[in-house]
């Protein structure tokens, strides 16, 4: 993602650490410790209005050699225990602000920022864990509160064959609109559920963009940013929607 400054920042598995590019290319690592251990492999994150970076640290990319760099254990915490953390744009202090998920992954704030959005993918390593997205309230820009489910990932779905089909598979990569919706990069399932899936504000879903390849991120772009670009495995897709992109 971008800073408010325009400078880039990166949430690489492979260094397990948060960098920001700087405008004349040099790079400055703002994260790669907490309590004095290793980072897992952050993940993904957004920029605060007040210059907070915040970032999930779900532990993929140490857990195998094909995105990142793996851990010599063989755990699903391979450094510590997973998280979502802040750092502080005035101290650089990094800060946990909750470590209640089994592996944050996506996170997205509201078009207010009064809200955070957080993708749940502990099942890939947890029995227990749910497949959803959780929503948070943001207290005073630096803290979470009241923890609940916003929508859960299980979806009866027609596949391109005309079968019918009920399955549950990940939310990746999230952005918001400028209407409040969430478009969440989506799959693990395959045809018929694997792409985007558009949440309204209160957790429906009122829509999908059916990609033929899992779709692991996604944001708004274009001088109007109602561009929606799409990462998939192998593949980058865009389509052109009739709405705005909520953020930088």
Same mark, same amino acid.
């Given at each position: 993602t971008f800073d408010w400054e325009g400078r880039q920042i990166s949430f690489e598995h492979g260094n397990r650490r948060v960098v920001r590019y700087e405008h004349n290319g040099t790079a400055t690592v703002l994260a790669d410790k907490f309590g004095?251990?290793?980072?897992?492999?952050?993940? !993904? $994150?957004?920029?605060?209005?007040? %210059?907070?970076?915040w970032f999930t640290d779900p532990g993929?990319?140490?857990?195998?050699?094909?995105e990142g760099?793996?851990?010599?254990?063989?755990?699903?915490?391979?450094?510590?225990?997973?998280?979502v953390y802040r750092i502080d744009p005035k101290t650089a202090k990094v800060d946990k602000v909750s470590d209640e998920m089994f592996k944050p992954n996506g996170l997205c704030f509201s078009p207010d920022y009064k809200k955070v959005y957080i993708a749940e993918t502990g099942a890939s390593h947890y029995e227990d864990a749910p497949k959803?997205?959780?929503?948070?309230?943001?207290? !005073? $820009?630096?803290?979470?509160?009241? %923890?609940?489910?916003?929508?859960?990932m299980n979806l009866k779905f027609v596949n391109s064959q005309g079968h019918s089909i009920e399955g549950a598979g990940f939310a990746a990569g999230m952005r918001t609109d400028i209407d409040g919706n969430l478009w969440v990069g989506a799959g693990w399932v395959g045809d018929g559920y694997d792409g985007?899936?558009?949440?309204?504000?209160?957790?429906?879903?009122?829509?999908?963009?059916?990609?033929p390849e899992i779709c692991g991120n996604l944001c708004f772009g274009g001088p109007k940013r109602n561009r929606l670009f799409m990462t998939a495995s192998q593949s980058l897709y865009a389509v052109y929607v009739e709405t705005?992109?909520?953020?930088?």
């Amino acid at each position: 993602t971008f800073d408010w400054e325009g400078r880039q920042i990166s949430f690489e598995h492979g260094n397990r650490r948060v960098v920001r590019y700087e405008h004349n290319g040099t790079a400055t690592v703002l994260a790669d410790k907490f309590g004095g251990k290793p980072l897992n492999a952050p993940n !993904d $994150g957004a920029v605060h209005p007040d %210059g907070g970076i915040w970032f999930t640290d779900p532990g993929y990319g140490s857990l195998m050699n094909y995105e990142g760099n793996k851990a010599a254990n063989d755990s699903p915490q391979p450094y510590q225990k997973e998280a979502v953390y802040r750092i502080d744009p005035k101290t650089a202090k990094v800060d946990k602000v909750s470590d209640e998920m089994f592996k944050p992954n996506g996170l997205c704030f509201s078009p207010d920022y009064k809200k955070v959005y957080i993708a749940e993918t502990g099942a890939s390593h947890y029995e227990d864990a749910p497949k959803n997205i959780m929503v948070f309230d943001v207290i !005073d $820009g630096v803290k979470l509160s009241k %923890g609940r489910e916003f929508a859960s990932m299980n979806l009866k779905f027609v596949n391109s064959q005309g079968h019918s089909i009920e399955g549950a598979g990940f939310a990746a990569g999230m952005r918001t609109d400028i209407d409040g919706n969430l478009w969440v990069g989506a799959g693990w399932v395959g045809d018929g559920y694997d792409g985007v899936h558009i949440l309204a504000p209160d957790g429906t879903r009122i829509g999908q963009i059916l990609l033929p390849e899992i779709c692991g991120n996604l944001c708004f772009g274009g001088p109007k940013r109602n561009r929606l670009f799409m990462t998939a495995s192998q593949s980058l897709y865009a389509v052109y929607v009739e709405t705005q992109g909520a953020h930088i």
